[in-house]
């Protein structure tokens, strides 16, 4: 019986090493191609005016959604940070949902607000609009004022009423670079089958933030927060780069996403009744544009900046990333016909495929071969000797791929130039291994339970508590040096 088990044991983690094997090497592969990727937008970067197409009267204009829900803290500085966008033509509409707070009363006071009458251009439904307020000292400032509904209700009721033929979705966290429209407007103008792009985000944590500008960039003090921005890393040099040179990308995130207005009124917008409404917009726009037989370019731009606030206490991130997580589960769930179809491409053929067995089941196979290997070295099943090589590889392969992004990070951009700022996220790369991915993967297995009690009782949204730009984060947080 003992052997049994024994043998039970060595087939049970001998298939989730292969697991991870299979994954690490997709994660090379993504890395080698997002390098090259990067390494070709560098070379090819001084050839192309983003300044002028800026400057430009024949540039697309845009209107940038700013949908807000208890953003008192931060929506000011988010405001005066995109009126400083190097962008000629463009339209900042905040849309207040339902605020409980002094969001809108932070509006009216900052950039004296007051109420107009203007026409619905789209047919999309959304809460009740209550006012329109535009500033009379700076015309470009909107407010579309609503009875809450949650943020994919406040983008619909703001591209119901948006005036361009762009839209860019942003967080009311957000500030962007003064010449991030201009780099993603170029993609439209240069590839006109394109029907949306992405850029990279960034956490701003712990940055010199004055007036709605950043004037210096810094990593804080506090280690969850420099997890979150190796994470982002990651995720954007190390992921979303390489699935939009290979044509597959599926996610563009909430956060910044420049869109074409008229793709988006086409799909009806964005999904009301998921809380992953920004990846799910996606899948819909590939969805449909490739059934009507419509070009669908959706692509990710590495060099425009966004920042935004991450969470620094350890109960709001987890209530991220368990949303996150149950946006993932939702929208692989509605878009299930999609997969292993070849009606829709590469997306339907191979990233979805993906996304199921690495990211909806994956961080299960992670703690269930983590229990089994754990199971396994208790009852002798393997020496002591053979679980030290296995984890140090582990611990090793994640180091390689952590470093290599930061390296790209460093050699193509130099966001962080300071030594002390490079040093706090070696550390974290050195310690991520080792308790914060399994964590993570329990967080998102325990999303499987909340999305269950989210259908019986209605949508947890997650609600993320704002401390404002450049604040100091909470003592309570560890420390790196």
């Given at each position: 019986?003992?052997?049994?088990?024994?043998?039970?044991?060595?087939?049970?983690?001998?298939?989730?090493?292969?697991?991870?094997?299979?994954?690490?090497?997709?994660?090379?592969?993504?890395?080698?191609?997002?390098?090259?990727?990067?390494?070709?937008?560098?070379?090819?970067?001084?050839?192309?005016?983003?300044e002028a197409v800026g400057r430009s009267p024949l540039s697309m204009p845009v209107t940038i959604l700013v949908p807000a829900y208890n953003e008192g803290p931060v929506i000011?500085?988010?405001?005066?940070?995109?009126?400083?966008?190097?962008?000629?033509?463009?339209?900042?509409?905040?849309?207040?949902?339902?605020?409980?707070?002094?969001?809108?009363?932070?509006?009216?006071?900052?950039?004296?607000?007051?109420?107009?009458?203007?026409?619905?251009?789209?047919?999309?439904?959304?809460?009740?609009?209550?006012?329109?307020?535009?500033?009379?000292?700076?015309?470009?400032?909107?407010?579309?004022?609503?009875?809450?509904?949650?943020?994919?209700?406040?983008?619909?009721?703001?591209?119901?009423?948006?005036?361009?033929?762009?839209?860019?979705?942003?967080?009311?966290?957000?500030?962007?670079?003064?010449?991030?429209?201009?780099?993603?407007?170029?993609?439209?103008?240069?590839?006109?089958?394109?029907?949306?792009?992405?850029?990279?985000?960034?956490?701003?944590?712990?940055?010199?933030?004055?007036?709605?500008?950043?004037?210096?960039?810094?990593?804080?003090?506090?280690?969850?927060?420099?997890?979150?921005?190796?994470?982002?890393?990651?995720?954007?040099?190390?992921?979303?780069?390489?699935?939009?040179?290979?044509?597959?990308?599926?996610?563009?995130?909430?956060?910044?996403?420049?869109?074409?207005?008229?793709?988006?009124?086409?799909?009806?917008?964005?999904?009301?009744?998921?809380?992953?409404?920004?990846?799910?917009?996606?899948?819909?726009?590939?969805?449909?544009?490739?059934?009507?037989?419509?070009?669908?370019?959706?692509?990710?731009?590495?060099?425009?900046?966004?920042?935004?606030?991450?969470?620094?206490?350890?109960?709001?991130?987890?209530?991220?990333?368990?949303?996150?997580?149950?946006?993932?589960?939702?929208?692989?769930?509605?878009?299930?016909?999609?997969?292993?179809?070849?009606?829709?491409?590469?997306?339907?053929?191979?990233?979805?495929?993906?996304?199921?067995?690495?990211?909806?089941?994956?961080?299960?196979?992670?703690?269930?071969?983590?229990?089994?290997?754990?199971?396994?070295?208790?009852?002798?099943?393997?020496?002591?000797?053979?679980?030290?090589?296995?984890?140090?590889?582990?611990?090793?392969?994640?180091?390689?791929?952590?470093?290599?992004?930061?390296?790209?990070?460093?050699?193509?951009?130099?966001?962080?130039?300071?030594?002390?700022?490079?040093?706090?996220?070696?550390?974290?790369?050195?310690?991520?291994?080792?308790?914060?991915?399994?964590?993570?993967?329990?967080?998102?297995?325990?999303?499987?339970?909340?999305?269950?009690?989210?259908?019986?009782?209605?949508?947890?949204?997650?609600?993320?508590?704002?401390?404002?730009?450049?604040?100091?984060?909470?003592?309570?947080?560890?420390?790196?040096?």
């Open positions: 019986m003992t052997e049994v088990l024994h043998e039970g044991l060595r087939v049970v983690t001998g298939l989730t090493l292969g697991y991870f094997v299979v994954l690490n090497l997709i994660y090379t592969g993504l890395l080698v191609i997002g390098w090259r990727a990067v390494e070709d937008y560098v070379r090819r970067r001084p050839l192309r005016d983003y000011a500085d988010a405001v005066r940070a995109l009126l400083g966008s190097q962008f000629l033509e463009l339209e900042i509409m905040v849309v207040n949902d339902g605020s409980t707070d002094d969001t809108l009363d932070v509006m009216v006071r900052e950039f004296g607000m007051v109420s107009v009458e203007r026409v619905p251009r789209a047919r999309i439904p959304s809460a009740a609009v209550r006012q329109v307020l535009v500033s009379p000292t700076e015309s470009r400032v909107v407010v579309v004022d609503k009875a809450n509904g949650g943020k994919a209700d406040a983008l619909n009721a703001g591209l119901t009423y948006a005036r361009y033929p762009l839209v860019c979705a942003i967080d009311g966290d957000t500030l962007l670079d003064p010449g991030a429209l201009a780099r993603l407007v170029w993609e439209f103008q240069s590839a006109p089958e394109t029907v949306a792009v992405g850029g990279i985000v960034r956490i701003v944590n712990g940055s010199d933030v004055r007036a709605g500008r950043l004037l210096e960039v810094r990593t804080p003090k506090g280690l969850l927060v420099n997890m979150q921005i190796l994470e982002y890393l990651r995720a954007f040099l190390g992921g979303r780069i390489a699935w939009s040179r290979l044509g597959m990308l599926v996610i563009i995130s909430g956060a910044f996403g420049l869109f074409r207005r008229d793709a988006l009124v086409e799909v009806g917008g964005w999904d009301t009744t998921t809380v992953g409404e920004d990846a799910e917009l996606i899948l819909r726009l590939h969805r449909r544009r490739r059934e009507a037989g419509q070009p669908c370019r959706v692509t990710f731009f590495p060099d425009p900046i966004c920042w935004t606030e991450a969470p620094s206490s350890l109960r709001v991130l987890i209530r991220q990333r368990d949303r996150w997580q149950r946006g993932t589960i939702e929208m692989l769930q509605r878009h299930r016909a999609m997969i292993g179809r070849r009606r829709y491409g590469a997306v339907g053929m191979i990233a979805l495929p993906y996304f199921v067995v690495f990211e909806l089941f994956g961080p299960t196979i992670e703690l269930l071969g983590l229990l089994a290997f754990g199971v396994a070295l208790a009852v002798g099943a393997f020496s002591p000797t053979y679980a030290v090589v296995f984890m140090l590889i582990t611990v090793v392969y994640g180091l390689v791929l952590s470093f290599g992004v930061l390296l790209m990070e460093q050699r193509a951009f130099r966001r962080y130039p300071d030594w002390r700022d490079l040093r706090r996220l070696i550390l974290v790369a050195l310690l991520e291994n080792l308790i914060w991915r399994q964590f993570m993967s329990f967080v998102r297995v325990r999303s499987w339970w909340t999305l269950w009690r989210g259908r019986r009782h209605g949508h947890q949204w997650g609600e993320m508590t704002r401390v404002g730009f450049g604040a100091p984060a909470e003592p309570a947080n560890k420390e790196a040096p």
